[in-house]
T-cell receptor, first 115, second 113 residues
Framework: AQTVTQSQPEMSVQEAETVTLSCTYD???????LFWYKQPPSRQMILVIR??????QNATENRFSVNFQKAAKSFSLKISDSQLGDAAMYFC????????????FGTGTRLKVLA | NAGVTQTPKFRILKIGQSMTLQCTQD?????MYWYRQDPGMGLKLIYY???????DKGEVPNGYNVSRSTTEDFPLRLELAAPSQTSVYFC????????????FGNGTRLTVT
């Protein structure tokens, strides 16, 4: 069974600085999809970025980018020019391409942004 | 589009009571899911559905039931509520395309005392 691990329960970053959140996963599949979700204090779950495993190019969305290392089964999220509004819980998620339709989530990393 | 709508937002139940958490989506998504979120534990899948009339168990289905009579609605039923079911519940949906992300409702905070 697939697992997703986020080893950093909490991270802090100074405003305008860069921070990287770690995510590793375990799978025997070759094709799959990875996602980062943001959960601010409002509790809403917001998609930040997604990555297809068959794509070698790392996904980027404005200030958010990923470092996808397929062989290492690593999927880290880099936030550049951190803003106060980036403070939230961040969840890494895995979706199988084998037709099970299930998304598996990590336990989350709480990001604090210091003014 | 309203997206995924969950009701209620908050609820307090006494032990042994029952209730239904409502979830509806207006995006014509085939797939729908129920997750529970406990502090420090991430999201755990309770039940999911790949279409009307089809449901399946996730990681933590005990104490819950679901039905999917229409594409839009996916209610979650709690029978005989227990303190262990105190949690935040999220309904989510997605298209059948493999890279489709989950779209979440705003969650229901349930307390069982």
């Amino acid at each position: 069974a697939q697992t997703v691990t986020q080893s950093q329960p909490e991270m802090s970053v100074q405003e305008a600085e860069t921070v990287t959140l770690s995510c590793t996963y375990d799978t025997s599949e070759s094709d799959y999809y990875l996602f980062w979700y943001k959960q601010p204090p409002s509790r809403q779950m917001i998609l930040v970025i997604r990555q297809e495993a068959y794509k070698q190019q790392n996904a980027t969305e404005n200030r958010f980018s990923v470092n996808f290392q397929k062989a290492a089964k690593s999927f880290s999220l880099k936030i550049s020019d951190s803003q106060l509004g980036d403070a939230a819980m961040y969840f890494c998620a895995y979706r199988s391409d084998s037709g099970t339709y299930k998304y598996i989530f990590g336990t989350g990393t709480r990001l604090k942004v210091l003014a | 589009n309203a997206g995924v709508t969950q009701t209620p937002k908050f609820r307090i139940l006494k032990i042994g009571q029952s209730m239904t958490l409502q979830c509806t989506q207006d995006m014509n998504h085939n797939y729908m899911y129920w997750y529970r979120q406990d502090p420090g534990m991430g999201l755990k899948l309770i039940y999911y559905s790949v279409g009307a009339g089809i449901t399946d168990k996730g990681e933590v289905p005990n104490g819950y039931n679901v039905s999917r009579s229409t594409t839009e609605d996916f209610p979650l039923r709690l029978e005989l509520a227990a303190p262990s079911q105190t949690s935040v519940y999220f309904c989510a949906s997605s298209y059948m395309e493999r890279n489709s992300p989950l779209h979440f409702g705003n969650g229901t905070r349930l307390t069982v005392t």
